[in-house]
């Protein structure tokens, strides 16, 4: 079983930075792609940010278009820490995060945290 918790959310001003961390249960890196994903007030939950386990393999890291350029995502394999590092942060990116896992595949994301809230006031 895998589990997930993130924190790091908090209340911050538009063009300030923010990281978020997801401690994931030993071992789930050797095995999962782990995500991001976030949903805003009235909307659905949408994709973040990926990175598979197999370092260069096809599509290791892959964002969404509307975060490109100012979110990282990283993780320490060591301590089973995923990362997401938000820059220049705007009032659309206000929601909760979530951090997920997957086999890969067709199987999905299967695990899932229990959200971090970012709001971004403008």
């Known amino acids: 079983q895998v589990q997930l918790v993130e924190s790091g959310g908090r209340l911050v001003q538009t063009g300030d930075s923010l990281t978020l961390a997801c401690a994931a249960s030993k071992g789930t890196f050797n095995d999962h792609r782990m995500a991001w994903f976030r949903q805003a007030p009235g909307k659905e939950r949408e994709f973040v940010a990926h990175?598979?386990?197999?370092?260069?393999?096809?599509?290791?890291?892959n964002y969404a278009d509307s975060v490109k350029g100012r979110f990282t995502i990283s993780r320490d394999v060591a301590t089973s820490i995923l990362y997401l590092e938000m820059r220049n942060l705007e009032p659309e990116d206000t929601g909760v995060y979530y951090c997920?896992?997957?086999?890969?595949?067709?199987?999905?994301?299967?695990?899932w945290g229990q959200g971090t809230q970012v709001t971004v006031s403008s």
């Open positions: 997920a896992a997957s086999l890969g595949g067709s199987s999905g994301y299967a695990y």
């Open positions: 990175i598979n386990y197999l370092v260069g393999s096809r599509n290791y890291i």
